[in-house]
């Protein structure tokens, strides 16, 4: 089949100034919390996402590259299932396991579009002008959005779709949120379209908190880096060198806690808010959770959003898992 082409790139956002109101709603309903806590999201400024990148090159983060070996083994299947003519990703980042999936759509020969959302406008842009050059032909629509708001923007599909959550970041929401986003996920499948979602799997606690306590300390900066992000958008004056990156297993809801201890009593103020913060010494502000998934916790969280598996993929070691659900 030959595909339907558009013509090059555009790139549309959806965050403008209401969405440094979301920065600001989150710091005043996060930091006046008895249990202190920020969203992950903030941690991704152009900073957070290099370092983001910098944490998948590193030795004991074993998540993108166990990943990649998955995509790389039954891609072409994933791309005979689907029979995908656009690839949607969301929090797509530097996409560098993107190609993979792209390569086997277009040995099928169903390749039209590609359309990554995140965040991040320069990695949004980035990756758009990116892969218009690597793949001629290619319509590439990104979407520099919110992907719990704004999903809704999304072109209309040309043909069968493909939505692509990879690298575990479904993990980084509480279960509530997990199965809200699963079901407004869902909602934009369209007529034949797929999920393929990437998640880690509950594995021993020793190798889960050494992927987030990297000796390099990657992980520990860009944990620290959300207090810069607040300082300059809020205009606060966190003493980022006042904290300390704590991540440790959570055996009991199977999830990786990445908090921020302050190491002595602190005083905050977030000029843009108005508001003052008082931390204790050694009190915590949780910034994220990292889920950690057995295939029935995954069943019943697509149960849930309303979705089947139709496929799942694994690596020999059972480290991370690649399903392709479906509308049930
Ligand atoms: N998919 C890539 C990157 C994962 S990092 C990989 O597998 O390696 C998570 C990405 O999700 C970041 O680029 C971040 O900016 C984006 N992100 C986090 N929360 C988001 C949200 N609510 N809406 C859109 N993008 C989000
Ligand atoms: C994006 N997300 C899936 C990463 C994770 O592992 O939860 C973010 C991250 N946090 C610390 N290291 C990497």
Redesign the pocket.
């Known amino acids: 089949m030959k595909p339907i082409l558009e013509a090059a790139v555009e790139v549309r956002s959806h965050l403008g100034p209401d969405d440094e109101r979301t920065l600001a709603d989150d710091v005043l309903d996060g930091l006046t919390r008895p249990l202190k806590e920020l969203?992950?999201?903030h941690?991704?400024d152009a900073r957070?996402?290099e370092l983001?990148?910098a944490i998948?090159e590193l030795p004991e983060y074993y998540?993108?590259r166990t990943?990649r070996l998955i995509l790389e083994a039954n891609a072409d299947e994933i791309a005979a299932l689907t029979g995908a003519v656009e690839l949607v990703?969301?929090?797509?980042?530097?996409?560098?396991?993107?190609r993979v999936l792209l390569d086997a759509m277009a040995a099928a020969g169903t390749l039209a579009r590609y359309a990554p959302?995140?965040?991040?406008a320069t990695?949004v842009h980035a990756v758009a002008e990116l892969f218009a050059e690597e793949y001629p032909g290619l319509s590439v629509a990104g979407l520099v959005?919110?992907?719990?708001?704004?999903l809704a923007h999304l072109r209309k599909p040309l043909g069968p779709r493909l939505i692509?959550?990879?690298?575990?970041?479904i993990g980084?929401f509480t279960p509530g949120s997990r199965r809200r986003l699963l079901r407004s996920i869902g909602k934009v499948l369209g007529p034949g379209g797929h999920l393929l979602l990437?998640t880690d799997l509950v594995k021993e606690p020793r190798v889960l908190e050494a992927a987030y306590n990297d000796s390099a300390g990657v992980t520990a900066q860009f944990n620290l880096n959300v207090l810069h992000v607040v300082n300059r958008e809020l205009g606060a004056n966190f003493d980022v060198g006042a904290f300390e990156h704590v991540a440790f297993f959570d055996r009991e809801q199977e999830w990786i806690e990445m908090r921020l201890r302050a190491r002595a009593a602190q005083h905050v103020r977030v000029e843009a808010l108005d508001l003052e913060v008082d931390f204790a010494a050694r009190e915590e502000l949780r910034t994220e959770i990292s889920a950690k998934f057995t295939p029935e916790r995954l069943c019943r969280d697509l149960a849930a959003a309303g979705m089947e598996i139709v496929a799942r993929f694994t690596d020999p070691d059972e480290r991370f898992a690649v399903s392709l659900a479906r509308l049930a």
Do not use: I, M
Request: proline share 5%; net charge negative.
């Open positions: 969203p992950p999201k941690f991704y957070g996402s983001f990148d998948c998540q993108t990943e990703e969301l929090g797509s980042g530097s996409a560098t396991k993107t959302v995140d965040v991040s990695t959005a919110d992907f719990e708001r704004h692509a959550f990879l690298g575990g970041t980084n990437g």
